[in-house]
Nanobody, 115 residues
Framework: QVQLVESGGGLVQPGGSLRLSCDVS????????MRWFRQAPGKGREQVAQ???????WYALSVEGRFAISANNAKTTSYLQMNSLKPEDTAVYFC?????????WGQGTQVTVSS
C-alpha cells in the first residue's frame, strides 16, 4: 500500500524559511516523479514544484527562485525548501507521486506565513 506522509509545516514570519518533507512508503519500483502542490483557503489546488529522475526540476513562477525541491537517492523522500516566505504562500501543502498508473497524495501539512 503506497503511502505519502508530509511533515515540516508550521507558522513562520514573512521572510522566513521552512523545509517540508514527504516520506514515501509501499513502493516496489523506483519513483521517477515527485511533486508538491498547495491549496490556499477558497482556492483550487496548484502545483508548485516537481522533480524528475532526481535532478530535473520545474517550479511555478510564483515560487521560482524561493523554493527548491529535492529528493534522496532512493526516491523515498522528497523535500521542499521554502525561503523568503510570503503571506500568500499560506496554504496546505501536499506531496504527490504518479506511480504504476495512479496518482497518490499525502494528507497535507499546513504552512502559515504571518507576523
Amino acid at each position: 500500500q503506497v503511502q505519502l506522509v508530509e511533515s515540516g509545516g508550521g507558522l513562520v514570519q514573512p521572510g522566513g524559511s521552512l523545509r517540508l518533507s514527504c516520506d514515501v512508503s509501499g513502493t516496489f519500483s523506483t519513483v521517477k516523479t515527485m511533486r508538491w502542490f498547495r491549496q490556499a483557503p477558497g482556492k483550487g489546488r496548484e502545483q508548485v514544484a516537481q522533480i524528475y529522475a532526481g535532478e530535473n526540476t520545474w517550479y511555478a513562477l510564483s515560487v521560482e527562485g524561493r523554493f527548491a525541491i529535492s529528493a534522496n537517492n532512493a526516491k523515498t523522500t522528497s523535500y521542499l525548501q521554502m525561503n523568503s516566505l510570503k503571506p500568500e504562500d499560506t496554504a496546505v501543502y501536499f506531496c504527490n507521486i504518479p506511480y504504476e498508473g495512479r496518482e497518490y497524495w499525502g494528507q497535507g501539512t499546513q504552512v502559515t506565513v504571518s507576523s
